[in-house]
């Protein structure tokens, strides 16, 4: 099954001295279901720095997986209590990622709810950050009856 859906990306990230920098954006995307596990998928945009990138976000009961083609590479794996490494191509050069994940739910379904992680990332031991992800997602309705009329 998949859907025509909105999909709004919030990101919340702290510092060490505690400072929030919030950034939030909406976009049309794909909500998908297959065995097992559920995706949003969707183009990113020049607001986010990531123009000619597309992301996936697949989400199984535990963990979730997202990943980037395109102009940027990247490929993270989040499972609560684990601490992972990546490794994240862009045009500006690679970077080393490690990241624990602190929370993740998913309370989509059938292309409608929210997505929520929480996790700390260091970037080549040079800083450590805490950062929230939320992801809101709704049925687009005016694009689903519009792709049936086709």
Partial sequence: MRKNVMI????????ESG????????????YGEEDGYSFVTYEET???GLEGTTTK????????????????LYEQEYVVGKT???YYDTPM????????????TNTVVNGNGK?????????????????EIIIDVWEDIWKSEMSLKN
Avoid: W
């Fill in 57 to 72: 976000l697949v989400c199984y009961p535990r963990r979730a997986v997202l990943s980037r083609s395109g102009n940027f």
């Fill in 93 to 104: 050069g690679p970077l080393d990622l490690i990241v624990t994940t602190k929370e993740f």
């Fill in 46 to 48: 020049g607001l986010a």
């Fill in 115 to 131: 997505i929520r992680i929480v996790y700390d990332v260091e970037l080549d031991g040079i800083f450590k950050h805490l950062n």
């Fill in 19 to 30: 400072e929030d920098e919030k950034i939030s954006l909406e976009t049309p995307g794909i």
């Fill in 84 to 86: 992972m490494k990546s």
């Fill in 8 to 15: 709004r990306l919030t990101s919340v990230q702290r510092d």
